[in-house]
């Protein structure tokens, strides 16, 4: 059951988030950068743990868990090392993530080159 929650969960927000760019004129840059916030809000006020529990990497994988993860680093971060928390917390939680994005990044620009749309 744990595999048909995580899909199901990351499903729906991975739905939500192509019906915005199909219905609205938000470019998906934006849809990506609210999709951190929400996360960061929802884990900032303790709501997304409880998705989390639920749907596992469902709801850990796509961009809200990925502001979900930096809200839950700056909570921490606090309880530890106090008002210097806010600025190390959130870079400590998600550095594994944000190394794995810009090593793959530059892989995918050495491995395919970029050319002219013409």
Sequence with gaps: MDYLYAFLIGG???AVGQILIDKTKLT?????????????ILGGCG?????????????????????????????????EDG?????????KA????????VFFGFLAAVIFPPRDKS
């Design 94 to 101: 998600a550095a594994g993530g944000i190394t794995a994005a």
């Design 28 to 40: 998906p840059a934006r849809i990506l950068v609210c999709y951190v916030v929400l996360g960061v």
């Design 47 to 79: 709501v997304y743990e409880k998705l989390v529990e639920f749907a596992g990497a469902g709801a850990t994988v796509p961009l809200t868990g990925f502001g979900y993860n930096l809200a839950k680093g700056v909570k921490e971060a606090m309880q």
């Design 12 to 14: 729906a927000i991975c």
């Design 83 to 91: 008002a210097l928390g806010i600025l190390t917390g959130g870079l």
